[in-house]
């Protein structure tokens, strides 16, 4: 560790979790109320609660171009500020609205806010350590991290049972408050001026041409989009899913973070069978087990009226698969990237950010009181998957 920190290892582990935690409170806290918030603000479709998780994404996707080559202009903190203080001003928009547009708006501000500490939670562990420290470091961030979508639909839940569904964005106002003085008391600028690489346009138009222009980085950054647009699909009706349809009522909590943990594990495992098998090898089996349940699963609907049990066992497949995609994907598409990693990874999260908004936009707005539609999103859209990586990544088909 560099000898220069001020604070512990274990203190810098947890505020880096904590840093990357916020998208993922930001949405699984706020599904449960979902329900509530249709109570107090009647929605003109079933739906159109689906946008409040939506609009947070897109607010994310645009934050993204513009957080991470400002973080390598101007610093970490100042970023890191300036996103929290905007995810503190969107909580409370939207704690203060009184009807839809008012919501969404504060949800964009939020989303724009959340992109900042995501963004630079990487770069700090970037700054900070290197090589194997590094991953260390990052793996345990990990084991944290995958917590919190287990654990934070039952903290809203847990909210809902003594407070309204307003109190739920209190919670990220005091949130953003704390975080802020965690960071400002004991987190010290991690990027010197003289590594600092000025903001320009320019730099970021270089940045798009070259992804834009790399066959191999604009595949697996589709890829990305299609795979997180039916996963986004599926998260935008998780609600309608649960609770409306199959009635679970308060146990939609539980199911939910149950298969999220399990994404997790998926993920922890990737760590250790990607240096076996490699990313090819694994990232195309676990595509064919995503087509196969779903085309199982979609041609069981023809025939049976489907139930919660069975419904369970096949997203739980799909959760497992995505836990050993996401990574791996990522990793492929900034592997030709390494000299502009920063802007890279910025432009190839966006990209890919924005695709997955629209994709699991019109898949929740299809929701019809059945999980056909989020099965059909899962099926196309890894199909396309598979199609893609066989035609323009050579490796893919030889894996």
């Avoid at 290892?9 to 990357?20: G, H, P, S, V």
């Avoid at 409170?25 to 603000?41: F, Q, R």
């Avoid at 998957?385 to 893919?396: C, G, N």
């Amino acid at each position: 560790m560099n000898k220069t920190m001020q604070i512990s290892t274990r203190e810098f582990i947890i505020i880096i979790a904590f840093l990357m935690s916020i998208v993922a409170i930001s949405v699984d806290a706020l599904l449960p109320a979902l329900g509530y918030i249709a109570k107090e603000i009647p929605f003109s479709h079933p739906n159109e609660g689906q946008y409040i998780i939506s609009a947070l994404f897109l607010g994310m996707a645009m934050g993204q171009l513009i957080c991470g080559p400002l973080s390598d202009a101007t610093g970490r903190r100042k970023v890191l500020f300036s996103g929290i203080f905007l995810f503190l001003v969107g909580s409370t928009i939207c704690y203060f609205a009184n009807g839809i547009p008012a919501l969404l708006f504060g949800r964009w501000v939020q989303g724009l806010g959340v992109s900042a500490p995501y963004i630079s939670a990487f770069s700090v562990v970037r700054d900070r350590f290197e090589g194997r420290e590094m991953a260390k470091i990052m793996s345990i961030v990990m084991m944290i991290f995958i917590l919190v979508p287990a654990l934070a639909p039952s903290l809203g839940q847990m909210i809902l049972l003594l407070f309204s569904w307003r109190s739920i964005f209190l919670m990220y106002i005091l949130y953003s408050i704390l975080i802020g003085i965690w960071i400002f008391i004991r987190l010290k600028e991690t990027l010197p001026e003289e590594k600092r690489i000025p903001f320009q346009a320019a730099n970021i138009i270089d940045g798009f041409r070259e992804v834009l222009s790399n066959r191999i980085t604009m595949t697996y950054t589709i890829c990305m989009g299609l795979f997180f647009g039916s996963f986004f699909g599926y998260l935008n009706s998780s609600q309608q899913i649960f609770q409306v349809q199959f009635e679970t009522g308060k146990l939609f909590t539980v199911y939910f973070g149950g298969l999220a943990l399990l994404f997790g594990i998926a993920s922890l495992l990737n760590s250790q069978l990607v240096e076996k098998w490699g990313m090819h090898y694994i990232t195309k089996r676990a595509t064919i087990g995503i087509i196969i349940s779903s085309f199982l699963f979609l041609s069981l609907q023809s025939f049976v009226s489907i139930g919660l049990w069975m419904f369970l066992p096949y997203v739980a497949i799909l959760f497992f698969c995505f836990g050993l995609l996401f990574g791996n994907f990522n990793s492929l598409a900034m592997e030709p990237m390494g000299h502009i990693a920063g802007i890279a990874s910025a432009i190839i999260g966006s990209v890919s950010s924005i695709l997955s908004m629209i994709i699991g936009t019109t898949i929740g707005q299809l929701y019809d009181q059945t999980v056909m539609p989020v099965t059909i999103g899962f099926l196309v859209m890894s199909c396309l998957s598979a199609i893609l990586t066989r035609i323009f990544d050579p490796k893919f088909r030889s894996s």
